[in-house]
């Protein structure tokens, strides 16, 4: 089927550029759509199958296709310009970030608490120093609030990946664990202040020549004040919510729910000048499975499972279309390869400052600094948003440092399963933390 789809979609892409000559905004999207999905799915069957992330797979094949230009050929220059497969994908991360939400249990997490505080605050800490250094050294001219941006898409962690690792190693029950996955979802929580933060700061420099001190502590207000007060309201809100609507007997009413409680957090983050994934993600966390048991009752599945195959097809147009945006022309340059090999050092040595927070005797250090390293969807959510705003009339993450960024998500990625595995196979075999 794969192989049947590498060649009847090219053929398809020849024929329908030609045919509708760029003016067809509705098939033009529908080709851009079946690109994309096809492609994502190629890429992350491929990788799969080698013991890879599925997401990897999606990044990589969108990169192949968004640079194919590189060959002479541009049938597909048109999906980096299509508006509409853009929102399609701002939408699959929205939903991205709710589905981690909602896989995030925040009682495990409390009863690992202050270890996993520990250690999510400095594998924040460091990477930011770290990447916030590198940009200063390599980018002098790119200023503080590009470098600082640049820093704060190094401090994200890739939950689930990790966390694929150890399930299929049998060690998510281990303490080490639980550290592990505990720490990576307050490391999200810090990433999202940390990225409203900076975000704000920005948009207030881009309106004005400075921000002030005042300025900085209402966009650090906001965030913190947004993720704290949400969980709040939902917890209150969400289970009455949801007992009302279960009264209904119209279809699909636990999934409709379920929306627009993502869309509505979401659509409230942004009007206080937040990210929209930021408002998607609380809503997540506030969602229990106890909220919609009485549509479980009557024989509906659970929210997760509904929203399954929506993300299923919205989230892999995402990840190509991060991977389109990377340009391997500019990334050919060798101030940006020497930005991605530093940034890189950067990245994995700033998650391995983790080992410092863990203070109780028996544990693995190495094992839970190695798995805080990947970067995953997060980073490349962070290093999407920097592509888009502008400073001075200037994208922030300009094209080049884009592509570096990829390159630094993608290898940080890549090797954190394998070194995984090693580290918690040989620290099995000596039964004693390193």
Known sequence: MWLAAAVVVPVLVSGCTKSHGGHDAVGSTLLALLVALVAAKLGGEIFV???????????????????????????LSFLETDHYIQMLAELGVILLLFQVGLESDIKETLN???????????????????GWGVAAILLPKAGVYVHAFIGATLCATSVGITARVLRDLGRTRTAEARIILGAAVIDDVMGLVIL??????????????????????LVTSKAIAFLLAAPFVGYYLAPRVFQFVARFKADDLSLVTGLATCFGFAYVASLVGLAPIVGGFAAGLVLEEAHWRDFSRRGERS??????????????????RMGTGVSLAKLAHPQALVLAAALTVAAVAGKQVCCLGVFRKGLDRLSIGIGMIPRGEVGLIFAGIGAKLTLHNQPVIEPAVFSALVIVITISTIVTP??????LSRSRKKGVAV
């Not at 996993?116 to 990477?127: D, H, N, Q």
């Not at 929210?303 to 190509?320: H, K, N, R, T, Y």
């Open 49 to 75: 199958r080698i013991g890879q992330p599925a997401v990897l797979g999606e990044l990589v094949l969108g990169i192949a296709v968004g640079n194919i230009v590189l060959l002479g050929y541009h049938g």
């Open 303 to 320: 929210l997760g499972d509904l929203i399954a195959p929506i993300a299923g097809f919205l989230v892999p147009v995402f990840f190509f």
């Open 196 to 217: 409203a933060i900076v975000q704000g700061a920005i948009a207030a420099a881009e309106s004005s020549s400075s921000i002030s001190v005042m300025s900085f502590v």
């Open 418 to 423: 394998p070194l995984l595995k090693w580290s």
């Open 112 to 130: 690992v608490g202050v270890p996993s505080l520990i250690v999510a605050t400095l594998g924040v800490i460091a990477p930011i120093a770290l």
